[in-house]
Antibody, heavy 117, light 107 residues
Framework: VQLVESGGGLVQPGKSLKLSCSAS????????MHWIRQAPGKGLDWVAY???????VYADAVKGRFTISRDNAKNTLYLQLNSLKSEDTAIYYC????????????WGQGVMVTVSS | DIQMTQSPSFLSASVGDRVTINCKAS??????LNWYQQKLGEAPKLLIY???SLQTGIPSRFSGSGSGTDFTLTISSLQPEDVATYFC?????????FGAGTKLELK
């Protein structure tokens, strides 16, 4: 299992960013996927989940601002981040959802998003 | 949302020590509790799933116990490579929630 995130960077408050997570080593279309973030020096914060059938769940802190999606033909997971706030500054990890119970089992190395003017 | 209270926040122990870390859920989560290890600068790694099942490839010195609201991660004999921060995660209901973490250092 390999997960590689990309698309992070420095962005101004109120702007948008789209993260990608390229998956390999497993049948991507059969698994749910998570985004989880970690603010600098802080703990882990679950952000969003998309099932294999593209049902979605979001944390209250990002609901209405972030959108999780997937492209099974490209084996890629996405997170669209809109109306960004300084408190969204974090490392964003994608993680595979375990096949039967969906908990995060394998994680990518993460991508840094910094929201600052 | 289910709150996960993890203790202690910081732990200093010697090589060979038995180490225990605790997580308490604000409501019954059955056995839907995982433990992750995060070394400095790395992504988290799954150690224990469903309270007491050892993930493939994880050394047997790691074990988990508990059900309902109270859970424990035990390292039976601490090794230098176990220096890391440990997090619990409840996956009983959405939104999934993590404990705040326990930073484990060598004495």
């Amino acid at each position: 299992v390999q997960l590689v995130e990309s698309g992070g960077g420095l962005v101004q408050p109120g702007k948008s960013l789209k993260l990608s997570c390229s998956a390999s080593g497993f049948t991507f279309s059969s698994y749910g996927m998570h985004w989880i973030r970690q603010a600098p020096g802080k703990g882990l914060d679950w952000v969003a989940y998309i099932s294999s059938s593209s049902g979605t769940v979001y944390a209250d802190a990002v609901k209405g601002r972030f959108t999780i999606s997937r492209d099974n033909a490209k084996n890629t997971l996405y997170l669209q981040l809109n109306s960004l706030k300084s408190e969204d500054t974090a490392i964003y990890y994608c993680a595979r959802g375990e096949y039967t119970t969906d908990y995060p089992d394998y994680w990518g190395q993460g991508v840094m998003v910094t929201v600052s003017s | 949302d289910i709150q996960m209270t993890q203790s202690p926040s910081f732990l200093s122990a010697s090589v060979g020590d038995r180490v225990t870390i605790n997580c308490k859920a604000s409501q019954n989560i059955n056995r839907y509790l995982n433990w992750y290890q995060q070394k400095l600068g790395e992504a988290p790694k799954l150690l224990i799933y469903n309270a007491n099942s050892l993930q493939t490839g994880i050394p047997s010195r790691f074990s988990g116990s508990g059900s309902g609201t109270d859970f424990t991660l035990t390292i039976s004999s601490l090794q230098p490579e176990d220096v890391a921060t440990y997090f619990c995660l409840q996956h009983n209901s959405w939104p999934y929630t993590f404990g705040a973490g326990t930073k484990l250092e060598l004495k």
